[in-house]
């Protein structure tokens, strides 16, 4: 079946510009998650949903990053006023349901977002 | 979660098997080992994960020390599209509310030829 699907898979943008990153999470999970990923680090946690709700949000650095999941399927995470420090890659993941200790996440393929 | 600490590096000859070690001193008796690898350009993809014995699947095996403070992750015959940076996480489990993930900077093995 189909794997969880980012877009756009590049995205460069100019300081100070608005933009959104999309995840279509593998079909029927309720829990998606978002990481960022700079070089040559592992992934560094954004963003948990379960449902249409963010059960937790500690991992957004700060108020200009925001995500929503409306209908509790496809996630929309929005960067405000970007700075040449957001340029990573963003991964977005999905599992079954959080609630056990067995579920493994599903990780997409990520967007890279280069602001210059 | 615990914290974690793996080598930065290692290489395999292709075919042999891949021992990918980790320590995690600081474990609590319920939280879990995770491995992930990602492969260049691609997201992380699951392994294995286990919490005090021993666990296998079709693509890894995954060995817990019995004081639980170091793992190793092996790979029985690997190939050269094994080549990856392997991530060991642990993990809380889910009662504890804690269902991200934290990645450390993994360990990167080439497999050689």
């Known amino acids: 079946g189909a794997g969880v699907s980012q877009t756009p898979s590049n995205k460069v943008t100019e300081k100070g510009k608005y933009v959104e990153l999309r995840c279509d999470p593998i079909s029927g999970h309720t829990a998606l998650y978002w990481y960022r990923q700079s070089l040559g680090q592992g992934p560094e946690f954004l963003i948990y949903f379960q449902g249409t709700g963010a059960a937790d949000d500690s991992g957004l650095p700060n108020d200009r990053f925001f995500a929503v999941r409306p209908e509790g399927s496809v996630s929309t995470l929005k960067i405000q006023r970007t700075e040449r420090g957001d340029s990573a890659v963003y991964l977005c993941a999905s599992s079954p349901y959080a609630g056990a200790n067995d579920n493994e996440q599903f990780f997409g393929p990520g967007t890279r977002l280069t602001v210059l | 979660d615990a914290k974690t600490t793996q080598p930065t590096s290692m290489d395999c000859a292709e075919g042999r098997a891949a021992n990918l070690p980790c320590n995690h001193s600081t474990i609590s008796g319920n939280e879990y080992v995770y491995w992930y690898r990602q492969i260049h350009s691609q997201g992380p993809q699951y392994i294995i994960h286990?919490?005090?014995n021993n666990e296998t699947n079709e693509m890894a095996s995954l060995i817990i020390t019995e004081d639980r403070k170091s793992s190793t992750l092996i790979l029985p015959h690997a190939t050269l599209r094994d080549t990856a940076v392997y991530y060991c996480i642990v993990r809380a489990p889910s009662g504890a509310g804690s269902y991200q993930l934290t990645f450390g900077k993994g360990t990167k093995l080439s497999v050689i030829p």
């Open positions: 286990g919490l005090k």
